[in-house]
């Protein structure tokens, strides 16, 4: 190995995607806020809940958000996979003995490329069930759309369903805990008068956004199961 | 003297006799070893019973032996430097262990680290990564009069602890993704934080981390395995310094 001598281009360093992962990240978090937030509103009416979605998929700008997202979510999925393969590539011979006592790193913080897979499929199913699945109609004051409540409930009345969301929920709650504060840290801001409070936002986060997405199934599996 | 007695271990040592050579665990027992020996101390006797009866001595790294200068290795029972935090493999005390106790040593595993022979493996990508940057070019001449380049006592104390790390590799050792984020980001923030470092310091973050990226090495997933496994105890603020530095950089550079 020689000295390479050279400047790094900012996306084809290891900071950088890093960096990528965390902006794509970060934004990601915000989508899952404006994702969980309306959509607590299954838990008030079925009419509440229809309206809110034909609202939003009826706008225009839905088109420009759902690009939006997809690029966010392949941004942030490419290049994090490509870091794991260049991560596992870095050591060709692995220890016989893992790290244990003060030294050993937690399991959540050490298997993030896997919960990110996790995730990925819970997405693709979620997508295949809701936005993909049974097109269902209802009228509320002449306006045809959408009985989006009517499949939500009917796939929440499923026990199986009700159980895989709730362990792909988990999975996501240690993915967000670990993954708010490092996205921070690799962007750069890390001080002792900020960490603490870093800390407790990313514990908080991941919990109201978690707890706020499992309360839905969970309500419907409980209380409004035909 | 009255004579002491020692405690038997029971040792797993990797011996492999060259970079490209099968590596296997050397089974052996360590006998009379004295509590107050050091890790290295209690090989030494290990080698010493290995040279009697005419075999050939297991290789490990080591110089000062008294945790400064960074050439002592070894992950022992999966801990880089062993189980203690803030010690290195020669400040490791064998009152640490019991007697009978089981101990796997292992070297520092990394791609970009590569065996040379049993225990002992090349750091020289470290060396490699401070020559891409981690100077300052300008002549310095003889030490200048106390308080003729202001440096603030918290810039001084932060770029000080920066610099007390010895090189060693544990970080790479302890990483899951072997990154040699927390070795680079040390020697980055180190210069970073005083005056006479300013001069080149885009330059440097952008060097150091495009080296840090030839070697091979993986990238930081902010476990903090590496800051744990530090025998000097360098902080995880480094990497994020070296993150923010390196973007700025990125943006600024011409």
Known sequence: ?226 | MAEQKGMTLNLKIWRQAGPKEKGEFLKIQAKNIIPDMSFLEMLDVVNEELVRTGKEPVEFDHDCREGICGACSLVINGNPHGPEVATTTCQLHMRKFKDGDSIVIEPFRAKSFPIVKDLVVDRSAFDRIQQAGGFITANTGAAQDANCIPVPKKNADLAFSSATCIGCGACVAACKNASASLFTSAKVAHLALLPQGQAEREERVLKMVAQMDAEGFGGCTNTGACSAACPVEISLENIARMNRDFLAASIKHR
């Open chain 1, 1 to 226: 190995m020689q000295n390479v001598s050279r400047k790094m281009g900012w996306l084809t360093s290891s900071v950088g995607r890093k960096q990528l992962i965390g902006v794509t990240g970060l934004g990601l978090c915000g989508f899952l806020v404006a994702h969980m937030a309306p959509n607590m509103l299954i838990l008030f009416s079925a009419e509440m809940y229809n309206k809110y979605s034909h609202a939003l998929i009826s706008n225009p700008l839905i088109y420009a958000a759902e690009v939006g997202l997809l690029l966010l979510f392949l941004g942030h999925l490419v290049f994090a996979l490509r870091l794991s393969w260049m991560n596992w590539r870095a050591r060709d011979t692995r220890y016989a003995v893992m790290s244990n006592g003060p030294k050993r790193t937690a399991w959540a913080q050490r298997s993030l490329w896997a919960q990110g897979l996790v995730i990925l499929v819970f997405v693709i199913l979620h997508l295949i069930t809701f936005k993909y699945g049974t097109h269902y109609s209802v009228t509320y004051d002449g306006v045809e759309m959408r009985d989006l409540h009517k499949l939500v409930v009917e796939v929440f009345s499923e026990p199986a369903y009700v159980i895989w969301y709730v362990v792909a929920l988990f999975v996501l709650f240690f993915h967000l805990r670990h993954g708010l504060g490092s996205s921070l840290q690799t962007l750069g801001i890390n001080h002792p008068r900020y960490n603490c409070a870093i800390k407790v936002a990313s514990w908080a986060y991941a919990v109201i956004v978690v707890g706020g997405f499992l309360s839905q199934p969970i309500y419907v599996y409980l209380l409004q199961r035909g």
